[in-house]
């Protein structure tokens, strides 16, 4: 009788082991059902300079007024500081920003989803910003920890044609997943939001509760809901192959840099077209904000080609 019991036991937890495998495996190579569609491009990079002078001043107008982003910024009660925070700096940059939270504040206006879960929370998020973009055709989904130069941003997606799926950041790897870091900021083109707001639809390939185990994370769900629609993850750089998306902060990609190559600190350390920056201090965003749009030499001219004006009726710095 003991030895049936032992191996009725034996039989569970192995049971259990074999159903967490296959849940894993279930999660993380979704991607590979995409339904046929190509993936056609993994390094996005700005347009060149050179490309730039030559279009004429009406075509370099134009293109600075189509390319316009909707800042959808997610955050919890718990990060009061940090929302505070982005709401008086980067996020005036934006075209239009939406703070999204799981409950409301009556500190500071957002759109309170009441939800608590974060995937969720995100669906819900994704689509009150597709259904109320205007028209504006890029999106930025970002944490209220991350420092974000929209002007960047703007630049790296300026000849891009937001009626092709992009999802762009910095990439990762799970398994056969490739994601973007939720850290670093993402950006979506308007025809990825609509293809996600069709796949939302299907629970099968995208729960709005997932159907693991284990809790994935809203990153990684989110880009297994895009590849089934067909749209893989980019990682975004500039003219050297440096990343323009980062999940660190600038202060540790700094430190990092001294103790890896102390010769040439600035240069081995970050793009200077970077466009974010994560798990960011308040005060290191503010710190940030100064640096990026306040400080200036005098008499000095950078020679850009393009000028992103602030959003209308903005006090934009």
Not at 83 to 110: G, I, M, P, Q, R
Not at 114 to 125: G, I, P, S, Y
Not at 208 to 233: I, P
Not at 234 to 251: M, V
Request: glycine letters at 6%; proline letters at 3%.
């Amino acid at each position: 009788m003991m030895s049936e019991s032992s191996s009725f036991m034996k039989g569970m937890i192995l049971g259990g082991i074999f159903c967490l495998v296959m849940s894993f495996f279930g999660t993380f190579n979704s991607g590979s059902h995409s339904e046929g569609h190509e993936h056609l491009h993994h390094h996005l990079k700005p347009v060149s300079k050179d490309e730039l002078q030559k279009l004429s001043e009406s075509q370099m107008t134009d293109w600075t007024l189509q390319v316009r982003v909707y800042c959808l910024i997610m955050v919890t009660p718990k990060l009061l500081v940090h929302w505070a925070t982005a709401n008086d700096t980067w996020s005036k940059h934006c075209d239009k920003s939406v703070f999204y939270t799981s409950e409301s504040s009556k500190a500071l206006e957002a759109m309170d989803l009441q939800e608590q879960d974060e995937w969720a929370r995100l669906r819900k998020a994704i689509k009150h910003a597709y259904e109320n973009a205007g028209d504006l055709r890029w999106f930025f989904v970002a944490r209220p920890t991350t420092f974000a130069i929209i002007e960047n941003l703007k630049y790296l997606v300026l000849d891009k044609d937001p009626s092709q799926p992009f999802y762009i950041g910095h990439t990762e790897k799970s398994g056969e997943l490739d994601y973007v870091e939720y850290d670093s900021g993402i950006v979506l083109s308007y025809e990825s939001m609509r293809r996600l707001i069709e796949i939302f639809k299907d629970e099968e390939k995208c729960p709005e509760r997932g159907h693991a185990l284990w809790k994935t994370s809203e990153e990684k769900q989110l880009a297994t809901c895009l590849q089934y629609s067909g749209v893989f993850a980019e990682n975004g750089e500039d003219a050297q192959g440096k990343e323009l998306f980062n999940k660190k902060s600038i202060s540790t990609l700094i430190s990092d840099s001294m103790g890896q190559n102390p010769a040439d600190v600035v240069e081995a350390c970050c793009s200077d077209m970077a466009i974010t920056f994560g798990g960011m201090s308040q005060s290191q965003i503010q710190v940030l904000m100064y640096g990026v749009y306040r400080l200036r030499p005098y008499g000095h001219d950078f020679h850009d080609s393009l000028t992103f004006l602030p959003p209308k009726d903005s006090d934009n710095d």
